[in-house]
């Protein structure tokens, strides 16, 4: 260290110029990189909490659903519908033609298994829950589910069919774990 | 010369500094804990994964019917090497109350992984009563609660004694030179071959003590890893950045004349 | 020779349309570019820019904490927890606010026997030194509610122990206390406001580093020499010699601060906060954090009955307690350094050309250390003597000894400029050799 400091004292020409120019851009984005590396931290705490995450995924119990029941569960934070779909209601979310609905899709593609129908019960028009999960529950015009706030009418495949709702009710990823069981998220 | 001065008073600092800290903490009577050697402890120390797990066993099966664990939970033990079955295994053992059911009623559900360790009492009273009086403290943060806790906790587990004989223990009081005022109200909770190990290792009351003191460790300083790694790292940037910014301090203040 | 230029980007076209509305380029450019600095200041003059950037540091961390904190007796010490354990770099950021505030105390204490030693109070810069003891009034009172915030065993019992304090004052006392709790004891809405409390002080405590930056700005920095800049040859530009040489002194600061957040971060706090808050059993010995210690001495070193008995024979209607002489002489230890300027009349600054002050500047510093060590220790035997002793020699030292050698002493004679000892009288042509020692003077 002695000597190159000898060297930038002493001589006041290009090369001591250049290498200071150099050392101090070096210095400079080095504590650039630190600063950076030290605001990842102060970022990433706003992220959802290990506790949080921890209760991304939820198994539910479906067993004791009768036929033509719903409940409803909280996932995270939101209300999740789980029906049990009658016969009828299975017919009745098929036998509708694409020229009926809003936001076209057929039922198939909504259910893994046909007599279970689960939902985001969170109305795509703006964020109210639906009515109809609960017995004595209005169920709407096409007996599925029915948005008090704005009007918006679902079927029997959670899919808007009158009312301002943009979109059908959203289908969560979810697997079966078992028969019984379901794993959400 | 300054430069002498300089040190000498940041040495007398240092050193009233610390005697005035660790004086501040050594509090009570008791006799000062033998010094043990842990996987965790000095700059680059990690958790002994063996341990750990004889440790759960040791907390499971010996200290968990008194001492909760409150601040854990059972997915917490994925982090030092239970599967998820495990855990979920390990979890559904506990009832937990259920969110109210259409009847509004609260019902136990099995616990699940996200749930925090179940304590063993339901509140301090109940604990109280169910141990002639005596609270036996949660263990989340023992090691923290207590001045040099790792070492502490080792000693007192091991540290029952008859008492002499001009010192008279009352019924339900045991002897132990660690524990403040010699008199405790816990029954020397460990004995050799108390509980069976998964991995055969013979559970000495040492072996135990050992194994329980590391993860209750853990349970108190789950970060403990990941700190240490981060500070290493976080030291060795700044000697070098530092290392450069005296080097362009020098520079630009060579010419000053 | 060192130059005044101006930076480069105050060319810039942008820069100097919004200069021109609003001269905040140029501001900057005048208080921290070519603001004129003494030439020989050494690395005791480092701590200010560096207790600028803890609290910087500070506030950064706590409001980050406070996004996650929870200002409710049941919730919490279990929330301090969540964050230990679930919060993303959780632990980070509270070992960092944790320590951060044992630090900034480390480096306020020695930024303020600088000024002692090189006698920085002095005309003009008294209302400089007085707004740095605002400062520290502040910041123990936001350390004070902050360490409350966890809920831990010495959270509650040191709020209980300093708010009780105010129940010392006369007739009004036992209401205020009450005011402070909002209940009958430190409960819940005591907490509440606390937490209220510290979060707003360290903005006002921004607002008294602005006025006392300010006011440092109109003299400019004291030296170690302790005698006024006498024109362009003493003083150099502030960038890029003194913010190189304070972000130098930042990373050796910034590595000691590492070794306690990372390998020692419960080092500096005392077990007993990571025990639940229990308002029916009190912990075997209560201490304040160490940066307390001093003035915890000061409160306990006056005599349980000595000046009760005092004050009721001789004012016979005005009953002095014990508490109160103690809470006063507490208070009063601090209060010393407010008139400090005007008890120390000697006209020579540093103690480089005070040859007595100088031995008693380190008495006085090996004081403060005793009154902290006996701070710790238990109020009994012989720690009462001791503290007894070291608490009458820091009044002693600020209101007879000063004084006197203001009187008494016999100064060295000053240099005539700061360029000349600087330089040992060589003039112009000095050699880098030369310059030297000077940087680390």
Known sequence: MADTEGTATTEHGHDGETRRDFLQLATGAFGAVGLAAVAW????????????????????????????????????????????????????????????????????????????????????????????????????????????????????????????????????????????????? | MNKIRTALVAGVFAATASLGFSSANAAGDAVHPPE???????????????????????????????????????????????????VKAIAAEVDVPAEPNEDGEIEDRPGIPAD???????????????????????????????????????????????????????????????????????????SDEGVDYADKTKATVKQQAEDVVTFLTWAAQPELEERKRTGIKVILFLLLLTGLLYVVKRRIWADVH | MAQFQKPGWLENGLVRWVDHRLPIFTFVSHELYEYPTPRNLNYWWNFGSLAGIILVIMIVTGITLAMHYTPHTAMAFDSVERIMRDV????????????????????????????????????????LWMLGVVILLLMMATAFMGYVLPWGQMSFWGATVITNLFSAIPLV????????????????????????????????????????????HVHGSNNPIGIDTKGEQDVIPFHPYYTVKDMFGLGVFLVFFSLFIFFAPDYLGHPDNY??????????????????????????????????????????????????????AMFGSIAVLF??????????????????????????????????????????GVYIAIGRIATIWYFAHFLVIIPLLAKFEKTKDLPKSISEPVLGGGGGSASAAASKPMEKA
């Open chain 1, 41 to 185: 931290p102060f970022i990433d705490q706003m992220n959802p909490a290990a506790d949080t995450l921890a209760l991304a995924t939820i198994e539910v119990d479906i067993s004791k659903i009768e036929v033509g029941q719903a409940i409803r569960v909280k996932w995270r934070g939101k209300p999740v519908f789980i029906r049990h779909r009658t016969k009828a209601e299975i017919d009745s979310a098929k036998a509708v033609s694409d020229g009926d609905m809003i936001d076209p899709q057929s039922d198939a593609d909504r259910v893994q298994k046909a007599e279970w129908l689960i939902l985001v019960g969170v109305c795509t028009h703006l964020g109210c829950i639906p009515l109809g999960t609960s017995q004595g529950e209005t169920k709407g015009d096409f007996n599925g589910w029915f948005c008090p706030c704005h009007g918006s009418h679902y079927d029997t495949s959670g899919r808007i069919r009158k009312g301002p709702a943009p979109l059908n009710l959203e289908v969560p990823e979810y697997a079966f774990v078992s028969d019984t069981v379901v794993k959400i998220g």
């Open chain 2, 36 to 86: 043990h050697h842990w996987s965790f402890s000095g700059l680059f120390g990690t958790y002994d994964r063996a341990a750990l797990r004889r440790g759960f066993e040791v907390y499971k099966g010996v200290c968990a019917g008194c001492h909760g664990l409150r601040l854990v939970a059972y997915r917490n033990l994925m982090d030092i090497g239970f599967t998820e079955d495990e």
């Open chain 2, 116 to 190: 925090k360790f179940k304590s063993p009492f339901a509140n301090e009273n109940a604990a109280r009563a169910g141990n002639n009086g005596a609270l036996p403290p949660d263990l989340s943060l023992i090691i923290k609660a207590r001045h040099n806790g790792a070492n502490y906790l080792n000693a007192l587990l091991t540290g029952y004694k008859d008492a002499p004989v001009d010192k008279k223990v009352p019924d339900g009081m045991y002897y132990n030179t660690y524990f403040p005022g010699q008199l405790i109200a816990m029954a020397p909770p460990l």
């Open chain 3, 88 to 127: 993303n770099y959780g632990w980070l950021i509270r070992y960092i606010h944790m320590n951060g505030a044992s630090m900034f105390f480390i480096i306020v204490y020695i930024h303020m026997f600088r000024g002692l030693y090189f006698g920085s109070y002095k005309a003009p810069r008294e209302i």
């Open chain 3, 173 to 216: 006392g036992d209401y205020i206390v009450t005011l402070l709790w909002g209940g009958f004891a430190v409960d819940n809405p005591t907490l509440a406001r606390f937490f209220s409390l510290h979060y707003l002080m360290p903005f006002v405590i921004v607002g008294v580093v602005v006025m006392h930056i300010w006011a440092l």
């Open chain 3, 275 to 328: 025990i639940e808050a229990n308002p029916l059993s009190t912990p075997a010995h209560i201490v304040p954090e160490w940066y307390f210690l001093p003035f915890y001495a000061i409160l306990r070193a006056v005599p349980a009955n000595f000046i009760g008995e005092w004050s009721t024979a001789w004012m016979g209607f005005i009953l002095i307690e014990a508490k109160l002489a103690g809470v006063l």
């Open chain 3, 339 to 380: 008139v400090l300027p005007w008890l120390d009349r000697s006209p020579v600054r540093s103690s480089r050309f005070r040859p007595m002050y100088k031995w008693f500047f380190w008495i006085f510093l090996i004081d403060c250390l005793v009154l902290g060590y006996v701070g710790a220790k238990p109020a009994e």
